[in-house]
């Protein structure tokens, strides 16, 4: 049973625009929400993270916001940039850090 | 330079032939994990280890074996390959599972596909 879902396999956004990558869980006990970008043929690479106390984490062009009562994250990129496109992840962990739950991942294209 | 490498990157076998995927890192991470990815699923762990000779379970551990011999090496271990273990896999490491400021490094991927 997938504890972490990503509903949009795939996104499509004008160069400039906002991106925005949606991401839901399941399990409550989760305290620990990461972004990762993925391009083929390479290994993910860790983008943003969000610790369950806060609600909002910027980093540059990316936002990710947090909202527990819903279980739901999101991911913003403003502006959207044509090196942007790739499959983003979003992950969760608990308290122990030890083991992740990742999404099945959202492919994001920005069109030039 | 600080990264994880993992081979072979490309990997075609067959059904029952016993296989080991390497895996080391350069950053002295007391975690390790493996994962395989496949469409659809995304990413699922396999194996982690909290440090030398201390490894457990991840979300689909049937099939594999690992050991952690050495801080910086994980070895993945196909003992008798099935064809639905053909997936996409990841070696990762981090250094705390507690403070939840470290983030995972992965490495770049083997591609094994079991006829």
């Known amino acids: 049973d997938q504890q972490v879902k990503q509903n949009s396999p795939s996104l499509s956004v004008q160069e400039g625009r906002i991106s925005i990558l949606n991401c839901d869980y399941t399990?409550?006990?989760?305290?620990?929400f990461l972004w990762y970008k993925k391009y083929p043929a390479e290994g993910p690479t860790f983008l943003i993270s969000i610790s369950s106390i806060k609600d909002k984490n910027e980093d540059g062009r990316f936002t990710v916001f947090l909202n527990k009562s819903a279980k739901h994250l999101s991911l913003h990129i403003v502006p959207s940039q044509p090196g942007d496109s790739a499959v983003y992840f979003c992950a969760a962990s608990g308290n122990t850090g030890n083991q992740f739950y990742f999404g099945t991942g959202t492919s994001l294209t920005v069109i030039p | 330079e600080a990264q994880v490498t993992q081979n072979p990157r490309y990997l075609i076998t067959v059904t029952g032939k016993k296989l080991t995927v390497t895996c080391s890192q350069n950053m002295n991470h007391e975690y390790m994990s493996w994962y395989r990815q496949d469409p659809g699923l995304g990413l699922r762990q396999i194996y982690y280890s909290m440090n030398v000779e201390v490894t457990d379970k991840g979300d689909v551990p049937e099939g594999y074996k690992v050991s952690r011999k050495e801080k910086r090496n994980f070895p993945l271990i196909l003992e008798s390959p099935s064809p639905n273990q053909t997936s996409l896999y990841f070696c990762?490491?981090?250094?705390?599972?507690?403070?939840?400021?470290?983030?995972?490094?992965f490495g770049p991927g083997t591609r094994l596909t079991v006829l």
């Open positions: 399990n409550s006990m989760f305290d620990y």
């Open positions: 990762a490491s981090w250094s705390s599972g507690r403070t939840h400021t470290d983030t995972q490094y």
